[in-house]
C-alpha cells in the first residue's frame, strides 16, 4: 500500500528528444506527488510536484502529467539535454503521514 | 530560498569512533527535519524523522542508539553515528520541510561517510 512503482529503471534518450518516466502508487489517500532530480554524489533537488486536483502542471521543459483514476503521474522531458542526464526520483506522499515514500529511480542518459 | 547545507560533504573515519553529521536550513525554518540513507545506485531510504524539541522516530530496523538525532532549533539537526563500522559507510542526506509548510521537502547535498 505504501509502495511507489517507477519505470524503467534506466532510459538512453538522444538530445531534442522526449524523455518519459513512468510512477505508479497504491495508497489512494496520497495527495502530494513530487519528482526530485539527482546527480552523482549530490543530494536530490526538488524539479517538480503536482497535487490531485489538477492533472497536468507545466514548468519549462518538465511536465508532470497525473491520472488519479489510474493511480499513476509521469514525468515528461521535453527537448531533453546531455545536462538533463541524472537519476529521477518520483516520490508520494500524503494521508497519515507527512513522510515521503521513493520510487526506485530511474537513470537518464542523454546523448548529444 | 529553500537551501539545505550539510557538514561535513565528506568524512572519512576509524572504526569504532563517532561522527557528528549537521543539517541546516539556511533561509527558513524547519519544524521537521529528515534522515535518509543512500547506498550506490539506490533509492534513498528514510532513516529517521525530527521534530524540533522532541525525541526523533525512527523507522523500523534503524538503531536509535546507533543514529543518535538531535534537532534543537528550527534551523539546525544532527545525526550522529556511534561506534562506526564499514557497514556504516554510506552517503547520508538530510532533508528539511519548512514551518508552516505543507509537503515539500528540500534536501542537502549529502554526506559521504566512509569508515575505514
Known amino acids: 500500500q505504501q509502495q511507489v512503482k517507477q519505470s524503467p529503471q534506466s532510459l538512453i534518450v538522444q538530445k531534442g528528444g522526449i524523455s518519459i518516466i513512468n510512477c505508479a502508487y497504491e495508497n489512494t489517500a496520497f495527495d502530494y506527488f513530487p519528482w526530485y532530480q539527482q546527480f552523482p554524489g549530490k543530494g536530490p533537488a526538488l524539479l517538480i510536484a503536482?497535487?490531485?486536483?489538477?492533472s497536468e502542471k507545466k514548468e519549462g521543459r518538465f511536465t508532470i502529467s497525473f491520472n488519479k483514476s489510474a493511480k499513476q503521474f509521469s514525468l515528461h522531458i521535453m527537448d531533453s539535454q546531455p545536462g538533463d542526464s541524472a537519476t529521477y526520483f518520483c516520490a508520494a506522499s500524503g494521508g497519515n503521514t507527512d513522510k515521503l515514500i521513493f520510487g526506485t529511480g530511474t537513470r537518464l542518459q542523454v546523448f548529444p | 530560498g529553500a537551501v539545505v547545507s550539510q557538514h561535513p560533504s565528506w568524512v572519512i573515519c576509524k572504526s569504532g569512533t563517532s561522527v557528528k553529521i549537521e543539517c541546516r536550513s539556511l533561509?527558513?525554518?524547519?519544524?521537521?527535519m529528515f534522515w535518509y540513507r543512500q547506498f550506490p545506485k539506490q533509492s534513498l531510504m528514510l532513516m529517521a524523522t525530527?521534530?524540533?524539541?522532541?525525541?526523533?522516530?525512527?523507522e523500523q530496523g534503524v538503531e536509535k542508539d546507533k543514529f543518535l538525532i538531535n534537532h534543537a532549533s528550527l534551523t539546525l539537526s544532527t545525526l550522529t553515528v556511534t561506534s562506526a563500522h564499514p557497514e556504516d559507510s554510506s552517503f547520508y542526506i538530510c532533508?528539511?520541510?519548512?514551518?508552516?509548510?505543507?509537503?515539500?521537502?528540500?534536501f542537502g547535498p549529502g554526506t559521504r561517510l566512509t569508515v575505514t
Open positions: 533561509d527558513f525554518q524547519a519544524t521537521t
Open positions: 503536482i497535487r490531485p486536483d489538477v
Open positions: 532533508s528539511a520541510r519548512r514551518a508552516g509548510g505543507l509537503s515539500e521537502q528540500y
Open positions: 525530527s521534530n524540533e524539541g522532541s525525541k526523533a522516530t525512527y
